[in-house]
Nanobody
Framework: QVQLVESGGGLVQPGGSLRLSCAAS????????VAWHRQAPGKQRESVAV???????NYPNSVKGRFTISRDNAKNTVYLQMNSLKPEDTAVYYC?????????WGQGTQVTVSS
């Protein structure tokens, strides 16, 4: 059974940092592209970072320069380092892994940016 488990969310002040983790079981993460998505209340889910199996990364302009996605294949884990957080980054953050037609999602972790 495939499971993706996110952790590391929480409450942080504007300008602060968080590092999210996505740990996989039941699959070998290194063979999958992995993306972080977020969904704020009343808004559509959006992608904020993606890393390919070969390590290629991509970000939308809204987070470029602030967020960094990385992977530790030995730990079967992908990370999202988030710096200079803004209130508009508040959302539930999900990780997703994709390989061909196989797609798996985690349950999400809440990130709240507020003073």
């Amino acid at each position: 059974q495939v499971q993706l488990v996110e952790s590391g969310g929480g409450l942080v002040q504007p300008g602060g940092s968080l590092r999210l983790s996505c740990a996989a079981s039941g699959i070998i993460f290194s063979g999958y592209a992995v993306a972080w998505h977020r969904q704020a209340p009343g808004k559509q889910r959006e992608s904020v970072a993606v890393i390919s199996s070969s390590g290629y990364t991509n970000y939308p302009n809204s987070v470029k320069g602030r967020f960094t996605i990385s992977r530790d294949n030995a730990k079967n884990t992908v990370y999202l380092q988030m710096n200079s957080l803004k209130p508009e980054d508040t959302a539930v953050y999900y990780c997703k892994s994709v390989r061909g037609r196989n797609e798996y999602w985690g349950q999400g972790t809440q990130v709240t940016v507020s003073s």
